[in-house]
């Protein structure tokens, strides 16, 4: 079974200061994990990914996370927000990889506000 | 472009009816899903499947049908079994561990 615990429905931060979401996850077998980003009533932009390669994962829009087995985390980081950061983000884990049997389970998102 | 092709973007339904909502895919991959997505309650997983005429229930399968006559298409069908059908419907793709999702489905019972 694979679970995500995303801590923090809502941060808010300065426009200039660092972005910080908590992402811990659950998994029964190595996992894959992801952050997605999602703006009001649309589907979801994939920010970055981890799949057992190097444990410091770079992605779209300044934004990066680092895998931390020990702690079981993945938590996004960036270092100055910007105003388009304003929207929800998801983390989400799938159980490595199983081959067909892959299926994505979702944190509960956190809504991140900048402002000015 | 390849991607996924979720519609209508709105929905409205009257209690007691059943409807139909429509993904396409013309990326060739073999795997779809479907999610629901609640306010605080992030994204659930109601059904998938991983080829041609195969699905498995996700884990709110409850008032919901798909089915996967082709590669290309997975529709989700809401019945009136579904006690509260008011959400936002993703519908997503997958190749290895790239998952490709759609804009989305807005339902609303009325």
């Known amino acids: 079974a694979q679970s995500v615990t995303q801590l923090g429905s809502h941060v808010s931060v300065s426009e200039g200061a660092l972005v910080l979401l908590r992402c811990n996850y659950s998994?029964?077998?190595?996992?894959?994990l992801f952050w997605y980003v999602q703006y009001p009533n649309q589907g979801l932009q994939l920010l970055l990914k981890?799949?057992?390669?190097?444990?410091l994962v770079k992605g779209i829009n300044g934004f990066e996370a680092e895998f931390k087995k020990s702690e079981t985390s993945f938590h996004l980081t960036k270092p100055s927000a910007h105003m388009s950061d304003a929207a929800e983000y998801f983390c989400?884990?799938?159980?490595?990889?199983?081959?067909?049997?892959?299926?994505?389970?979702f944190g509960t998102g956190t809504r991140l506000q900048v402002t000015l | 472009d390849g991607g996924i092709t979720q519609s209508p973007k709105y929905l409205f339904r009257k209690e007691g009816q059943n409807v139909t909502l429509s993904c396409e895919q013309n990326?060739?991959?073999?795997?779809m899903y479907w999610y629901r997505q609640d306010p605080g309650q992030g994204l659930r997983l109601i059904y998938y499947?991983?080829?041609?005429?195969?699905?498995q229930k996700g884990d709110i399968a409850e008032g919901y049908s798909v089915s996967r006559e082709k590669k290309e298409s997975f529709p989700l069908t809401v019945t009136s079994a579904q006690k509260n059908p008011t959400a936002f419907y993703l519908c997503?793709?997958?190749?290895?561990?790239?998952?490709?999702f759609g804009s989305g489905t807005r339902l609303t019972v009325v």
């Open positions: 997503a793709s997958r190749l290895f561990a790239s998952y490709t």
């Open positions: 998994s029964s077998v190595p996992p894959y």
């Open positions: 981890y799949t057992s390669a190097a444990t």
């Open positions: 989400a884990v799938s159980e490595g990889n199983t081959g067909t049997a892959s299926k994505l389970t």
């Open positions: 990326l060739n991959h073999d795997a």
């Open positions: 499947s991983q080829i041609v005429n195969d699905f």
